[in-house]
């Protein structure tokens, strides 16, 4: 055997000097870039072992056993190395029971150990090899565990993203995508990598929007707003320029709430000019108005045959009734601090009715006035105005809806027990779903169209009545009716 082997580093268990000397120059002839470590007990190799990185591990048999039970010291520190022992010439049986003991191999005593050690060092360096292998092994199979857990984190981010996230490549093509964009089509992921993503909406070739970028310096539209099978979104645009594999993340985000909210914003802006201008009318209204009462009323005290003074009365009671729309225009649209005063509440729902008799004739809705003698509450009238009239209008929108012959009761009632007085508006138009009752309060929450309602109905009166101290609260049953009931302290 002329073979040199690479073994860095062995220690040698022996009693005997002259001997380990002729061990360490065979070594060191088969192994030369290789060291011996040298002690001569079995307890002091154990402690070697236990602090300094060994190969491997000739022990004299004897000293294996004598001492300390080697080999389960070994296991002890659970080193996993190979011991090799060395056994006298004529005591082979020994070997047998070294190795069930756990001995690597052994060797046998001779004059200059050349004979035996390269069969034993050849076992060694195979033995290395292989534990070199089987780590590398597993160093690669925890680098693939640690690459898959990584692609599976990456995986969770973008799937935690509720917003619809694809990433196509220069054919269109989906090269990933997150849960919320396959759940959109009903599909998983897994099964629409590598489709035209245009496919998902039914189209034959991808969207105006969707530009690939052909370089780095392109030009690549950032964001843009479409509506996609009646959804609005914001569409996003993000290249990525890696190696030769450009592609374009895609985000598209659902507006469409946002997006009425804003229209709604803008009918609000336009309502609130058009209450300015209101009460710019009503102002011009009023003066040729009180010209046509005075004027009637001077043609009235003349005498005049009986059919011109029944026009004229007519004529009277209808300015009359334009003047005092006219007035609860203007109440209702001037904007100042709310200012309480002691007000008859009767009162105030008649006036509101009143504002609005004219479209209640024309809807042929009935409405019942079912009012009980109730002390005077500390409110502003003004803004009381608006909360019956918001309730009405609702009451009125609900019976439209309800296709019948409609009734909006007002009734109001004091409790003895709160010394509340308590308002009740009631109708019989089509009812809340139990499942929005809890809403309706909510600012900007409506089930009706952009142009016909703002939401806002249901919550300035809320805010309205909060600040008067009192209380509001709706009753459904959905088909039959909905009734509002209000809750005032009394004045002080
Ligand atoms: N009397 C009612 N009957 C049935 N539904 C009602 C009634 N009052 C309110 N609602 C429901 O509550 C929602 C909110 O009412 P709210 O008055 O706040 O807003 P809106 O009427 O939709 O819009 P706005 O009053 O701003 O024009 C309505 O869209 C409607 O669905
Ligand atoms: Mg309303």
């Known amino acids: 055997m002329k073979n040199k082997f690479n073994i860095p580093k062995a220690l040698l268990i022996n009693e ?37 990185k060994i190969d491997t591990v000739f022990i004299d048999y004897k000293l294996s056993i004598n001492d300390l039970n080697f080999f389960r010291e070994i296991q002890k520190i659970n080193l996993y190395i190979p011991v090799i022992v060395i056994i006298e010439k004529g005591k082979e049986i020994d070997a047998a029971e070294a190795i069930k003991k756990g001995a690597f191999d052994y060797i046998l005593k001779d004059a200059d150990y050349m004979d035996s050690l390269p069969a034993a060092l050849e076992g060694i360096q195979l ?39 694809f990433v196509i490549n220069q054919d269109c093509r989906i090269l990933r995508t997150n849960k919320a964009f396959a759940d959109l089509f009903g599909r998983e992921p897994a099964d629409i990598i590598m489709k035209p993503y245009y496919e998902l909406f039914g189209l034959e070739e991808p969207h ?85 009462i005075g004027y009637t009323e001077m043609l009235l005290m003349k005498n005049g045959d009986e059919t011109t003074k029944k026009y004229l009365h007519n004529i009277y009671d209808s300015a009359i009734r334009c003047k005092r729309i006219v007035e609860n225009m203007l109440t209702f649209s001037r904007q100042t601090p709310s200012q309480k005063g002691v007000e008859d509440i009767n009162d105030i729902i008649d006036k509101t009715i009143e504002l609005h008799e004219y479209w209640l004739k024309s809807t042929n809705i009935e409405i019942i006035r079912n009012y009980a003698e109730v002390p005077s509450v500390s409110v502003d009238r003004q803004q009381m105005q608006q909360v019956i009239l918001n309730l009405l209008i609702n009451a009125e929108q609900a019976i439209a809806e309800a296709d019948r012959r409609g009734r909006i009761e007002f009734e109001t009632a004091y409790d003895d027990n709160s010394k509340q007085t308590v308002i009740t508006v009631s109708d019989n138009g089509k009812g809340i779903p139990q499942e929005i009752l809890p809403r309706i309060f909510d600012p900007f929450f409506t089930t009706k169209p952009v142009n016909k309602g703002t939401g806002l109905g249901l919550s300035i009166a809320h805010g309205i009545i909060a600040e008067q101290g009192g209380a509001i609260e709706a009753n459904s049953v959905p088909g039959e009716g909905t009734s509002f009931i209000i809750r005032l302290s009394q004045s002080k």
Not at 150 to 165: F, N, P, V
């Open 16 to 52: 005997n000097i002259k001997d380990s000397r002729l061990f360490e120059q065979a070594f060191r002839h088969h192994c030369p870039a290789g060291g011996v470590i040298r002690t001569q007990s079995a307890q002091q190799g154990i402690e070697i072992l236990s602090r300094e």
């Open 127 to 165: 033995s290395i090899l292989k534990k070199e292998k089987d780590e590398e092994l597993q160093r690669q199979s925890l680098l693939f565990k640690q690459i898959y857990r990584s692609q599976k984190w990456w995986q969770h981010i973008i799937d935690a993203i509720t917003d619809y996230l």
């Open 208 to 292: 105006e929007w969707c530009v690939m970028p052909k370089g780095k310096n392109d030009y690549c539209p950032r964001s843009v707003e479409r509506e996609l099978n009646n959804v609005v979104y914001l569409i996003s645009c993000f290249p990525i320029y890696f190696d030769e594999h450009d592609a374009v993340v895609y985000i598209l985000k659902d507006i469409t709430e946002t997006r009425r909210l804003k229209d709604q914003v803008y009918h609000l802006d336009k309502l609130s000019s058009l209450g300015t201008l209101t009460s710019g009318v009503a102002h011009e209204i009023n003066n040729p108005l009180t010209g046509i």
